[in-house]
């Protein structure tokens, strides 16, 4: 008998499936357990081409993807929050190699309120869910209203539906709360010179403009996706994912006379997962979320069913970075009962904007837990 083990990835365009795989086995176990590890690979549902093997996944927060994701936001506009520091596809953060009028676009000015941001993101993931509806005009399936409009309407209709207003989106208030949190991140990790006002260890050396940016598109890009999952009608799709990868686990399982089997979802892909899970009962060992926005209300408001502990899970670790913007609710044990099932870990993500899912599967928080179950990989 041999374990297996099941990875369901978060946001944003991905790697090739086998290369993700493989980087994740690199990260969790120390090696490629290539036929007893398998990936849910939903990337292409929303993001059609894979990165290129070379290129660094944005999501994982490492300074050259950072870079790229600033310069290729949507329109040029989500690197306006700090367009002085966003460089070209070969520079580093901060090098301030394309500006404004390189790039031919009209930024809106560094560090613009907050609510403006929210506003305008919640416009853009409207749009693209439109977009991929196929019904011009019209919204996706499970869409909020807005859907139809287009240009100035739609950031407009986004701002009033900010949380305290009139119409406010499900899913407005993590979106803001994320906002906000990622300021005073972004505050309290600018590189401060002189005595005594040393930043974070772990903190890039990136003045707040260019800490701004790169909070900002992790906001805006795990919105945009986590949007289209419960509102855009992209969650069927995502879960079916899921389901293939715990099918053909549990055919080697079955294959082989059984062997312990962990789960490990990243962010939406940890909502995924869970909805999966809970909808099957299926019988898991351990099941990871890592960097989960399971902890939010809002989050939780989309269920489709009450949180709860999914029937076959036997242990559930979760685990997040007190920085991390999507996990903004770092405890799940109060929400998904039995809570003796669930533990609760804060570990350190070194990454730049402390959501990298290498990061925290490389933490011995959750490298330890996983390897107790799956024991050694032959």
Known sequence: MRPRIVYVHGCGPKPRAELLRAEWDRALLGRDA???????????????????????????????AAARAEAGAVGGRDAGAGSGAVGG?????????????????????????????????????????????????????????????????????????????????????????????????????????GPGAEPLPSAPSLARPGRTALFRNLVRRVYQDVHAYFLGGAGPAVRQAVADALDAA????????????????????????????????????????????????EVQGCLAAPPAVPSGTALWLNASDARDLVALDHTLRPDFAPPGRVTDVLVRNVSAHHHGAADYLSDPLVQGPVHRVLGRIA
């Not at 990936?39 to 290129?55: C, G, Q, T």
């Open 34 to 64: 290539n036929g007893t590890s398998f990936l849910a690979y939903w990337a292409p549902l929303l993001h059609p081409e894979p990165l290129p093997d070379r290129e660094p996944d944005p999501m994982e927060g490492r300074p050259g």
């Open 89 to 193: 596809r070969d520079a580093g953060v901060g090098s301030g190699a394309v500006g404004a009028e390189s790039a031919g676009e009209s930024f809106p000015p560094p560090l613009e309120d907050p609510a403006r941001f929210v506003a305008r993101a919640a416009a853009e993931a409207a749009e693209a869910a439109r977009g991929r509806s196929g019904r011009p005009g019209g919204a996706a399936p499970g869409g909020t209203g807005g859907m139809g409009e287009t240009g100035g309407e739609a950031a407009s209709a986004a701002e009033d539906r900010t949380p305290g207003r009139a119409g406010a989106g499900p899913l407005d208030g993590w979106l803001l709360d994320m906002a906000y949190l990622a300021e005073a991140l972004a505050l309290a990790e600018e590189p401060r010179p």
């Open 250 to 297: 549990e055919a080697g399982r079955a294959a082989e006379g059984g062997g312990p089997l962990v789960v490990v979802g990243h962010g939406l892909g940890s909502v995924a997962a869970y909805e999966v899970l809970a909808e099957r009962g299926q019988p898991v060992d351990l099941f990871v979320t890592i960097g989960s926005p399971l902890g939010s209300a």
